[in-house]
Structure formats: structure tokens, C-alpha cells
């Protein structure tokens, strides 16, 4: 091999031309949500709200569970403690 033939297997000719990868000339845009052809505006306002309103009441149902264990944690303790004190009395 000579040694043009040699450098030009190792030069990129074109550099301006992208191979494989993602487009980086596109401007970021924001992703959009997923939205079917069959619900309307109004519907998918709706339904927005509605989870919405449905993970601020998981959460909330979340936090009731947890005050619920710590409840019965310290009732149960008590009790226990109730009973170990009517034992000494006896």
C-alpha cells in the first residue's frame, strides 16, 4: 500500500455527516405525555385530575398506615406494661 491509499483509510472525508447515533441538531423538546386518539380534551383534563387526586390519596393512605403501626407498636407495649404491673401487684 502506498501511502496516500494508507491515509485515506484513516481520514474521515465528510465530517459533516453524522453516522448512527441520535440527531444532536434537533432542539431538545420537552416529552410529551401519552394521550389516545379517542379521548378528548376535556376527558384527558379529567383524567389527569383524577390521578392526580388518586396518588394524593395513596400517599395520604400511606401515611395513615404508618401512624396505624406506630399506634398499635405503642398500645401493645402499654398493655404490656399494664400487665407486668398487675402481676407485681399480686
Known amino acids: 500500500m ?3 491509499s494508507e491515509h485515506s483509510l484513516y481520514t474521515v472525508h465528510n465530517i459533516s455527516s453524522q453516522i448512527g447515533g441520535s440527531d444532536k441538531s434537533r432542539p431538545n423538546s420537552p416529552k410529551k ?3 389516545p386518539a379517542d379521548i378528548d380534551g376535556e376527558t384527558a383534563t379529567a383524567l389527569e ?3 392526580k387526586a388518586n396518588r394524593l390519596l395513596q400517599k395520604e393512605l ?3 398506615k404508618q401512624s396505624l403501626e406506630k399506634e398499635k407498636e405503642l398500645t401493645t407495649k402499654l398493655k404490656k406494661q399494664l400487665e ?3 402481676l407485681n401487684l399480686i
Open 2 to 4: 502506498d501511502r496516500i
Open 33 to 35: 405525555s401519552y394521550k
Open 49 to 51: 385530575k383524577f390521578r
Open 62 to 64: 400511606s401515611v395513615t
Open 84 to 86: 407486668s404491673s398487675k
